[in-house]
């Protein structure tokens, strides 16, 4: 079967939203940047490409990061199909380091290129047009997986929100920030086709504006009723018992449970602590890095001061201020209820519980 056939209706999408989707042979990625004012797709047909759409942030959010990568490695593959297998190995290795090197906090990312990579050495001295061709299924079943781990997620996560709950969101932990149906916006989704009434309170998330321009837009899509409030709002709806759960994504998790995800993060933790207000993190099992000892060894990307300066090249700072733009922070394990996986609910989560899971 020629590479161009292999449709993407090995991705199923659960939800209105598509992603990323492979057609004619290239892989499309729904431009988030856009969003909510366009809704657009463009058209990655190398590696290189598909690097610079994931640092531009067509696409973001650690799951749907990792799936896009796998692409770009099965791309980067499918036009050197023809090549000599000295040139498409060379080729290939150049295509790992560009796509490592777009972003470097979400570990999805790195995962889904060491499964990538795995299926290359254990290919041995197979013909580039056969590896080309396992490589694309290996991208889709990156994508398929992907989407069947937020669904086991949902259904786990589902039980912990109680009907009629006022649910806190920050950033997009959406469809949009994986293959499909989401991490946290998916265990709110479940809960929902449960039956359950839930209301979402999300938060502007500055500097790029996930919460206000993907979440809200997600949601509406779905028809979930949400509320926009801006970053500094959430310690006062807090205050006056508003919110009855906080639960949001993460984009790397230490061997000890601490959390890397949005900037902004944390502090959430910190005030739904003091009020006593369950706080919990849904994420794939392809976001803990058991490598690392903590979350003080998780490399925190740092993105250009104009972000903070402004927005959509409207800068309302003072022209050349200093800023500082570090885009994600960590959460202690301590500070986190539960996390919920695929594999089931991990309650008040450290080392011990994190390594048992990963033996599971
Ligand atoms: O900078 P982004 O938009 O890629 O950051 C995304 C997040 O922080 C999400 O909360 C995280 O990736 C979890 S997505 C299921």
Partial sequence: MKLEQRESSLIPHPSAVETLRWRAGRLELLDQRLLPARVEHVACGTAREVALAIRDMVVRGAPAIGCTAAYGVAL?????????????????????????????????????????????????????????????????????????????????????????????THCNAGALATAGH????????????????????????????????????????????????????SGHLMSRGEIDAVIVGADRIAANGDVANKIGTYMIAVLARRHRIPFYVAAPLSSIDSSLASGEAIPIEERGASEVRGYGGLEWAPAGVAARNPVFDVTPADLVTALITEKGVVREPDRGKIAALLRQ
């Fill in 182 to 233: 989401g991490t946290a916006l998916g265990v709110i989704r479940s809960a929902v086709a449960a039956g359950k009434h839930l209301s979402v309170i999300v938060d502007e998330t500055r500097p790029f504006l996930q919460g206000a321009r993907l979440t809200a837009w997600e949601l509406g899509q779905d028809g979930i009723p949400v509320t926009l409030i801006t970053d500094n709002m």
């Fill in 76 to 168: 980067e593959a499918a036009r050197m199909r023809d090549a000599s297998p000295a040139v498409f190995s060379s080729g290939l290795e150049r295509a790992f380091e560009a796509l490592a090197a777009a972003r470097p906090t979400a570990v999805n990312l790195f995962w889904a290129l060491e499964r990538m990579r795995a299926l290359v050495k254990a290919a041995g001295q197979a013909r580039p047009a056969d590896l080309a061709a396992r490589l694309l299924d290996e991208a889709h079943r990156i994508a398929s997986e992907d989407v069947a781990a937020n669904r086991a997620m949902g259904a786990h996560g589902a039980a912990l929100i109680a009907d009629g709950a006022r649910v806190f």
